[in-house]
Nanobody
Framework: VQLVESGGGSVQAGGSLRLSCIAS????????VGWFRQAPGKDLEFVAG????????VYADSVKRRFTISRDNAKSTVYLEKNSLKIEETAKYYC??????????????????WGPGTQVTVSS
């Protein structure tokens, strides 16, 4: 399965943005999908994840109550709705697929199918 991110862009602090992650072919419905981000000069950070059925969702503490992850298996798409964005959340966002049977997949090593990412820039 290949996963490709889209929906990034520039937004002012406090604004909102919705990212999409579209899967092509493969076994999308049988894997969990997560969102990670990496800011310049910083480590990769787990943001949120949704299980293969959509019945289990996890968030990083820093984004709880502001970000919402969801998936539509009929469209092979996972979304990340981001509200109240902060300047420090400027980063490239990625949506890898979890290794089969692994959940939750909060680390780089528990995921594969990494796409090119989509850049989000939050300004004052």
């Amino acid at each position: 399965v290949q996963l490709v991110e889209s929906g990034g862009g520039s937004v002012q602090a406090g604004g909102s943005l919705r990212l999409s992650c579209i899967a092509s072919a493969g076994t999308f419905r049988s894997i969990g999908v997560g969102w990670f981000r990496q800011a310049p000069g910083k480590d990769l950070e787990f943001v949120a994840g949704v299980s293969w059925t959509g019945g289990s969702i996890v968030y990083a503490d820093s984004v709880k109550r502001r970000f919402t992850i969801s998936r539509d298996n009929a469209k092979s798409t996972v979304y990340l709705e981001k509200n109240s964005l902060k300047i420090e959340e400027t980063a490239k966002y990625y949506c890898p697929g979890a290794l089969h049977g692994v959940w939750p997949a909060r680390t780089r090593f528990e995921n594969k199918h990494w796409g090119p990412g989509t850049q989000v820039t939050v300004s004052s």
